[in-house]
């Protein structure tokens, strides 16, 4: 099943309410729900149990072949891009970091050109992901934290651009595991907001009525959410298992691009460099039993699932159940 228009973030596009109620749990929780998560368990697994076959080191070994001449220039890729990112939302004007997050300070501008210029350097680049937080913290002063929470791949994207700068790790983890990690996390809490308000892309989804195959929206609402957070969840497991999700996500986010346009293509610019670049990590870790995906998968559909809702509750009084 394509997920295009849930990779076409919906606030960009359509009206919404972050302090609204959610749908209850209750109801996001049906039988519809269950057999999508069995589904996305079969799948995890199965991949799991490929993976040290000689089916899954068969497509290590083409998964390597296919990007080693983009590998060597991952670094560089993800500068230009977030170069690009910076200049073309500069170029369009009242953003932070997003369409939906607009001020109308002159000097974010500034900071945009100056973290655009700060990649033409490695020594610049610590400079350059410390503007991006700067931002970041504007955004959240202005739009509230849950609304932030939308967006923690940007930290993700400051702490690669810094670690690289500097040379550095965090604590042992690689700068591109961070951003890995980062990018799982925000693929993983975005699609609980598909289940939570799957109404917010109704309009999108009549405007855009090819992309469902005709299933009712309801439905294909559910049904992205889930593709979006088991491909998401991938981007934290194994080697095979992560760098395939990575390629679906990048399909899923370019071919949105095509659909939704120049908006989408340039917010959507860095996780695509961010995914591409995943892909191409070709370092090997340590196996994992298979049957810790499954449990992974439903520990943190649950974790993302109370952390959403209690959030939620927490600061706008909405109803849980």
Same mark, same amino acid.
């Given at each position: 099943?394509?997920? !295009?228009?849930?990779?076409?973030?919906?606030?960009?596009?359509?009206?919404?309410?972050?302090?609204?109620? @959610?749908?209850?749990?209750? *109801?996001?929780?049906?039988?519809? =729900?269950?057999?999508?998560?069995?589904?996305?368990? =079969?799948?995890?697994?199965?991949?799991?149990?490929?993976? @040290?076959?000689?089916?899954?080191?068969?497509?290590? !070994?083409?998964?390597? !072949?296919?990007?080693?001449?983009?590998?060597?220039?991952? +670094?560089?890729?993800?500068?230009?891009?977030?170069? =690009?990112?910076?200049?073309?939302?500069?170029?369009?004007?009242?953003?932070?970091?997003?369409?939906?997050?607009?001020?109308?300070?002159?000097?974010?501008?500034?900071?945009?050109?100056?973290?655009? %210029?700060?990649?033409?350097?490695?020594?610049?680049?610590?400079?350059?992901?410390?503007?991006?937080?700067?931002?970041?913290?504007?955004?959240?002063? *202005?739009?509230?934290?849950?609304?932030?929470? +939308?967006?923690?791949?940007?930290?993700?994207?400051?702490?690669?651009?810094?670690?690289?700068?500097?040379?550095?790790?965090?604590?042992?983890?690689?700068?591109? +595991?961070?951003?890995?990690?980062?990018?799982?996390?925000?693929?993983?809490?975005?699609?609980?907001?598909?289940?939570?308000?799957?109404?917010?892309?109704?309009?999108?989804?009549?405007?855009?009525?090819?992309?469902?195959?005709?299933? +009712? *929206?309801?439905?294909?609402?559910?049904?992205?959410?889930? &593709?979006?957070?088991?491909?998401?969840?991938?981007?934290?497991?194994?080697?095979?298992?992560?760098?395939?999700?990575?390629? &679906?996500?990048?399909?899923?986010?370019?071919?949105?691009?095509?659909?939704?346009?120049?908006?989408?293509?340039?917010?959507?610019?860095?996780?695509?460099?961010?995914?591409?670049?995943?892909?191409?990590? *070709?370092?090997?870790?340590?196996? !994992? %039993?298979?049957?810790?995906? @499954?449990?992974?998968?439903?520990?943190?559909?649950?974790?993302?699932?109370?952390?959403?809702? &209690?959030?939620?509750? %927490?600061?706008?009084?909405?109803?849980?159940?």
């Amino acid at each position: 099943m394509s997920a !295009r228009s849930a990779d076409a973030h919906v606030k960009w596009f359509c009206a919404f309410d972050v302090a609204g109620q @959610p749908r209850g749990l209750e *109801n996001v929780l049906c039988m519809d =729900f269950e057999l999508l998560l069995g589904i996305a368990v =079969f799948w995890l697994f199965a991949g799991c149990l490929i993976e @040290p076959t000689a089916v899954g080191e068969a497509t290590i !070994r083409a998964l390597d !072949r296919i990007t080693s001449p983009l590998r060597p220039y991952t +670094d560089v890729m993800i500068r230009a891009v977030v170069a =690009f990112f910076f200049i073309s939302i500069w170029a369009v004007g009242g953003i932070l970091l997003t369409p939906e997050l607009k001020t109308t300070s002159p000097l974010v501008g500034v900071l945009q050109l100056a973290i655009a %210029a700060g990649m033409l350097s490695r020594r610049t680049l610590p400079l350059s992901a410390l503007g991006m937080a700067v931002i970041y913290g504007i955004a959240v002063r *202005n739009y509230g934290v849950f609304h932030l929470a +939308d967006y923690p791949i940007f930290l993700g994207v400051a702490a690669y651009l810094a670690l690289t700068g500097l040379k550095k790790d965090l604590f042992g983890v690689q700068p591109i +595991d961070v951003m890995r990690y980062a990018t799982a996390v925000t693929l993983m809490w975005a699609s609980i907001e598909k289940w939570a308000y799957p109404e917010w892309s109704f309009p999108l989804l009549i405007e855009h009525a090819s992309i469902t195959f005709g299933f +009712d *929206n309801e439905f294909y609402m559910r049904a992205a959410g889930m &593709v979006e957070f088991a491909l998401a969840f991938a981007l934290v497991w194994t080697p095979l298992i992560r760098r395939c999700a990575a390629t &679906v996500l990048t399909g899923m986010f370019i071919s949105a691009c095509f659909e939704f346009g120049k908006i989408d293509t340039i917010g959507h610019s860095a996780i695509i460099a961010v995914l591409l670049a995943i892909v191409c990590d *070709n370092r090997s870790s340590e196996r !994992r %039993a298979p049957w810790l995906a @499954p449990v992974g998968l439903c520990a943190a559909l649950s974790v993302t699932l109370f952390a959403y809702y &209690v959030g939620h509750a %927490a600061l706008f009084k909405t109803a849980v159940l």
